[in-house]
């Protein structure tokens, strides 16, 4: 960044070498798609808190968030790759766009613990759970990725957290037995040192049926006659998790990978403030589900401000989207040797092109890549697909984008056109 304060909602932050955060993505901050009743992904949200009566929800939290929120707090290592600025949007060395929900694990956590009436009083439905014992964050997230009909750098994940009384689950544990739970562990998904394997079986097995309940319960109102939602459980590796797990779901004859989950780090409960509970969270992404259920085809649509887009959804229903007349799209190829000096991240190609394209762009191919024998030099040619999803685009003005795009790439990336 050259300003040297970057406002973010409302609030001005100060800016450094890691600022990595563009105007394209800043103005995404803004635009709460969670919160139009009658978008998609709002549906959805509402649909899921509705299969948690018990939980308290949250969905107002802001997005900015502190490294030690999204990464420390939660046990992430030094040099683990997610604190990339490869792969994050930093507003300054020690604040960020959040890269997940589960950033707010432990100050909600701690909330409860401590009685935080201002962060408690952000909950909907905080009589349910009024110490955040059960809580759900619905919230957009952010992510430097490359560009395709999948992927987006803003999406929405929705976070789910369940803790109980150590002491009661273990006196329930002696009156019913163990009897029919099939959890196990291994030395690469492992019962944590704190647990004893009972209280940590009975987590998993409360967490997996709480789980099956709620994409059944989503997914049977998808239609299409399918009754049953084959669920499978493949190991999985979060640094505040122990044991993990990625919860697949058999859905139209496809394994879809629906979320992230496991037993909450005991370190997280101490750290908490609630030494005396144990827990299991989740984490899933919207966007998936949301397109499958509403029959979107391409995730750009959900930003899209066509009339013809919000006008097909409403309030508490889920109804197959109408795809309306698709525009022409044009592809442009850029080729360019990679500087000498400077690495070369495609994440930061892909911030130009937003940037730059806004969401003209459809995705982005790599259509070739050689280096030179002699010389070391590398050149890489990228194909650009622009298509609009809710306008007719004249080839002028696809060229002059073009021409910024180039431009930019010179000044700002540092590469030599070809
Ligand atoms: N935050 C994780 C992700 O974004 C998902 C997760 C949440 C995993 C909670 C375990 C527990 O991938």
């Given at each position: ?217 989503i997914l049977a109102r998808a239609g299409g006659?399918q ?24 859905f139209r ?39 499958l259920l509403f ?23 889920i ?100």
């Amino acid at each position: 960044g050259t300003a040297d304060k970057l406002s973010v909602l409302g609030t001005a932050y100060s800016t450094d070498g890691w600022t990595n955060t563009t105007s394209a993505i800043l103005q995404k901050t803004g635009r709460g798609l969670l919160h139009q009743a009658s978008h998609p992904l709002a549906i959805l949200k509402e649909l899921i808190f509705q299969q948690f009566p018990d939980y308290a929800y949250y969905d107002s939290l802001s997005p900015v968030v502190t490294t030690q929120q999204n990464f420390d707090s939660l046990g992430f290592s030094n040099d683990h790759p997610g604190r990339a600025k490869s792969d994050t949007y930093y507003i300054n060395r020690d604040t960020l766009l959040r890269t997940h929900t589960s950033a707010h694990q432990l100050q909600l956590l701690k909330a409860g613990s401590s009685g935080d009436r201002e962060l408690l009083a952000q909950a909907r439905n905080s009589h349910a759970a009024p110490g955040n014992e059960r809580f759900l964050v619905a919230a957009d997230v952010y992510r430097r990725d490359e560009i395709d009909a999948s992927h987006y750098p803003v999406f929405h994940q929705m976070e789910g957290v369940c803790t109980f009384e150590r002491r009661e689950v273990n006196e329930q544990l002696r009156q019913t037995g163990t009897a029919g739970q099939t959890t196990t562990f291994s030395d690469s998904n492992p019962l944590q040192a704190d647990h004893n394997a009972a209280e940590a079986t009975y987590l998993a097995e409360h967490m997996k049926h709480t789980m099956n309940s709620m994409v059944a319960g989503i997914l049977a109102r998808a239609g299409g006659g399918q009754e049953g939602f084959p669920v499978r459980w493949i190991d999985g590796s979060f640094p505040f998790t122990s044991p993990s797990w990625e919860m697949e779901v058999l859905f139209r004859g496809e394994w879809l990978e629906i979320c992230g989950c496991g037993i909450t780090k005991q370190s997280i409960m101490r750290n908490a403030g609630m030494p005396q509970r144990i827990g299991w969270a989740f984490g899933f992404g919207l966007e998936r589900l949301a397109m499958l259920l509403f029959g979107v085809p391409d995730i750009r649509l959900f930003w899209s401000h066509d009339p013809r887009f919000a006008a097909q959804f409403s309030s508490g229903k889920i109804s197959t989207f109408k795809a309306f007349s698709r525009h022409p799209s044009c592809t442009k190829d850029v080729s360019f040797w990679i500087p000498h000096a400077a690495p070369f991240h495609e994440n930061d190609l892909m911030d130009l092109l937003r940037e730059t394209a806004g969401d003209l762009i459809e995705g982005t191919q790599l259509i070739d890549s050689f280096t030179h024998p002699t010389s070391g030099r590398t050149s890489r040619c990228y194909r650009i697909t622009y298509c609009s999803m809710d306008r007719n685009v004249t080839n002028d003005e696809i060229n002059a984008i073009q021409d910024r795009v180039r431009a930019a790439m010179v000044a700002q990336l540092g590469v030599t056109l070809r």
